[in-house]
């Protein structure tokens, strides 16, 4: 019977020192403000927020992009006509 009682203390015991060896590694991930996972946190809210607007603007771009490249593809056909003209001229 005390052998009993003995073994049940110390599996009590160890049950609460791994218990709290848990918690406390569960607090220092995120527990409180200085946790690593509160900073992460801060850090990706402070990302987003820094980010917020590219969506509007990489479309903006996006089209101001395609525009320029429909523009330069007629200048590639005006400078290929001038390369020709001058082929041309040097031939005559």
Known sequence: MILTVLLVLIFVGALIFFVASIHRLLVNIGGDGNSFLAKLRL???????????????????????????AGLKVVNTHLEG???????????
């Open 43 to 69: 850090g990706l809210r402070a990302i987003e927020t820094e980010t917020g607007h590219l969506p509007v603007e990489v479309t903006k771009l996006n089209e101001t992009l395609s525009n320029t490249g």
């Open 82 to 92: 001038t390369i020709q003209a001058a082929v041309k001229q040097k031939n005559i």
